[in-house]
Nanobody, 129 residues
Framework: VQLQASGGGLVQAGGSLRLACTVS????????????VGWFRQAPGKEREFVAAMRWIGSRTYYEDFVKGRFTVSRDNAKNTIDLQMNSLKPEDTAVYYC???????????????????WGQGTLVTVSS
């Protein structure tokens, strides 16, 4: 699986941005599809943290508490993207945002970055106060 994140930029506090993660599954084998596509972020000097995720099949979504009600994960089948709509942005949301794919395994812990084996290059989101 190859992923590419896009859509970052500079926005004022209270504004919105929409990130897109283009997902390319390299073979037609069903087992090659990801189990979950997740969004993570890493702010300067901080650990990478989970933001949100979506099941590849079924589209169940997961959110970290600090983005619930503000961020929404959705899938655009026409563009083959997993999008992250970010509203009511705060300066503390400033970070590099990454999308990642979790393979199909017996156990999936969506919040654990260690389970994700394919990562996009990241896109910078800067929220000014």
């Amino acid at each position: 699986v190859q992923l590419q994140a896009s859509g970052g930029g500079l926005v004022q506090a209270g504004g919105s941005l929409r990130l897109a993660c283009t997902v390319s599954v390299l073979t037609s084998s069903p087992s090659s599809s990801p189990s979950v596509v997740g969004w993570f972020r890493q702010a300067p000097g901080k650990e990478r943290e989970f933001v949100a995720a979506m099941r590849w099949i079924g589209s169940r979504t997961y959110y970290e508490d600090f983005v619930k009600g503000r961020f929404t994960v959705s899938r655009d089948n026409a563009k083959n993207t997993i999008d992250l709509q970010m509203n009511s942005l705060k300066p503390e949301d400033t970070a590099v945002y990454y999308c990642a794919a979790h393979p199909q395994t017996a156990t999936v812990v969506v919040e654990d970055a260690r389970g994700y084996t394919s990562w996009g290059q990241g896109t910078l989101v800067t929220v000014s106060s």
